[in-house]
């Protein structure tokens, strides 16, 4: 396409185009925007170079060499980007990113924007739509590097899972380079690389706090005694004691190798109670398989009795249970529903390959051609004319929340007065609302007379996201859509649209 626009003398030409999405990821109403970071990196070292100049030539030997001449000098001094700040809460049809600049020039941009933001918007999507379900005191660690689609959407996805609201990774490399916290457990090879005849074998002494030296071994062993808890499986009981000894702090044990009930959280028990005396205390298990929500009672419930039986473990009852099999939005509404005791989910494939819906649909569409409004009309995927911004209106009175794209040079809706607007989608849909506040959504990212943005960690975008849900409905609490519209388009841009339609259709 660059270089039809620059055979013809179009290159030049001024330009508009934006990035919207036609419906809500994952069969909800909203998706969380990500990615832009990325790109405007991108776009700031964007250039043709010797070697890419010759590939280019000789895959297109048909093409004028004064074309490449022109790649040559290509630059992006001359773009302007607006686009919504990253980790904002958005909806369909809403202009998220705005790129102004030569034809040919913006036209390159369009795949690297596009896939930069595509993928990372979904993870983010994901990530917070898994700790809605989840609720906010759930602790979600992000498990997806081995099921990851290759190392760079494995540090994608650790990257914009905990900016969506996962609290840590297994990611080593991405909590490094990120700042993300960092959370790990042993695997079922841990436990299996354990036999009956090491549990003599294991180095069971540890330093107590206080520096004293203690038998981990001896302590746990006159636990299985005096519990009678004899018949669990001895290398597992090893393998826990291993682990304890090289974590006494972060003892998080995979108790599903062998049982689950008649073993695994048996010897987590024993080895605890023997780390409690050295004056540690266990995190937790984990639960890896069968029947989540029911395991997890009944731990509950076995630690409970435990404890009850002796006051110096009391500390037993409220140890972690973590949950990681096969973890998705719909597994974690099932198990609500059934009161379970899990208080940390591991997440893995169904987080970061976003395995309910692989893709999130974001276009690239042109809005402007010298100053002239463009639109797409096609039933289902048509677009909106013009340059325009967001305007996020609310009400508090009725805790409804309402975004408005108007035109940029249009006056601002008033304050206190209901006003009409109208659907992006049915442009005859009235939608009334009176705004008791506003919000703007878009500003200058890149170029033109504004100064930029410096570039965000995920905690800050993590923070911001935050920011947005408290105290609002901006979800309508619900993952799933509700019947009250999210968004509207003002009176000014519906009259330009109905121009634009009757001019390339004829029609009304």
């Given amino acids: 396409m660059a270089y039809g626009h620059w055979k013809h003398g179009r290159a030049e030409e001024k330009s508009a185009f934006e990035v919207t999405f036609r419906t809500g990821p994952f069969g909800g109403p909203f998706a969380v925007f990500a990615g832009s970071e990325d790109f405007l990196e991108f776009v ?22 004064g074309f490449f001449d022109w790649l040559r000098n290509v ?4 773009v302007v980007i607006r686009s919504v700040k990253e980790g904002t809460v958005v909806f369909p049809m809403e202009p998220l990113v705005t790129v102004e600049g030569p034809l040919a020039v ?8 596009l896939n930069l933001t595509n993928f990372a918007s979904l993870v983010c999507t994901n990530a917070l739509r898994h700790r809605i379900v989840a609720g906010p005191s759930a602790t979600l660690v992000e498990f997806g590097l081995r099921r990851a689609q290759g190392p760079d959407g494995a540090m994608t996805a650790s990257f914009y899972s905990y900016a969506g609201g996962v609290d840590a990774t297994s990611n080593v490399l991405a909590s ?27 180095n069971g002494n540890i330093k107590t706090p206080n520096g004293e030296s203690r038998s981990l071994l001896a302590s746990t062993l006159e636990h299985r005694r005096r519990l009678g808890w004899t018949e669990t499986n001895q290398g597992e009981l090893a393998a826990f004691l291993s682990y ?23 010897n987590f028990i024993m080895v605890g109670m023997a780390l409690m005396d050295a004056g540690y205390t266990p995190v937790g298990v984990r639960l890896d398989s069968g029947d989540l929500a029911e395991l997890s009672i009944l731990v509950r419930e076995k630690w409970k009795s435990v404890a009850a039986e002796d006051p110096r473990y009391e500390k037993l009852a ?15 509404l099932e198990m609500n529903e059934r009161h379970h ?10 987080l970061v390959t976003c395995q309910a819906q692989p893709a999130l649909g974001l276009v690239f569409k042109l809005v402007e051609i010298n100053d002239r409004p463009r639109m797409k009309i096609c039933s289902g995927k048509s677009t909106l004319p013009c340059k325009k911004s967001i305007i996020r209106m609310y009400n508090s009175s009725t805790s409804r929340v309402l975004d408005l794209i108007v035109l940029c040079d249009q006056p601002l809706p008033r304050l206190g007065k209901e006003s009409t607007f109208y659907s992006p989608t049915d442009l005859s849909e009235k939608i009334m609302f009176t705004p008791e506040s506003l919000e703007p959504l878009l500003g200058v990212s890149y170029g033109g007379t504004g100064s930029g943005r410096s570039f965000e960690t995920a905690e800050e ?15 309508s609490k619900s993952i799933h859509g509700s019947s009250e519209p999210h968004v509207a388009v003002s009176s000014e841009l519906r009259e330009v649209a109905l121009h634009v339609m009757k001019q390339e259709l004829g029609t009304g």
């Fill in 44 to 65: 700031g070292k964007f250039a043709f170079n010797d070697d890419d100049l010759a590939f280019l030539m000789k895959s297109y030997p048909e093409m004028e060499l």
């Fill in 341 to 350: 005791e899990i208080n940390s989910f591991g997440i893995g494939t169904n």
């Fill in 75 to 78: 630059d992006t001094s001359k």
């Fill in 318 to 332: 409220s140890c972690t249970i973590m949950a990681s099999d096969n973890i998705n939005e719909e597994s974690l």
């Fill in 244 to 266: 304890a000894q090289a974590f006494p702090t972060g003892f998080l044990a995979l108790v599903d190798t062998y049982n689950t009930l008649g073993s695994g959280v048996l």
């Fill in 106 to 113: 913006v036209q390159l941009l369009e795949t690297a924007l």
């Fill in 176 to 202: 490094e380079l990120y700042g993300i916290p960092l959370r790990g457990t042993h695997s079922h090879s841990y436990v299996q690389s354990y036999s009956g005849e090491d549990l003599a074998k294991v």
């Fill in 461 to 475: 975008t993590r923070s911001w996201l935050r920011s947005q849900l408290e105290g609002s409905d901006i979800l």
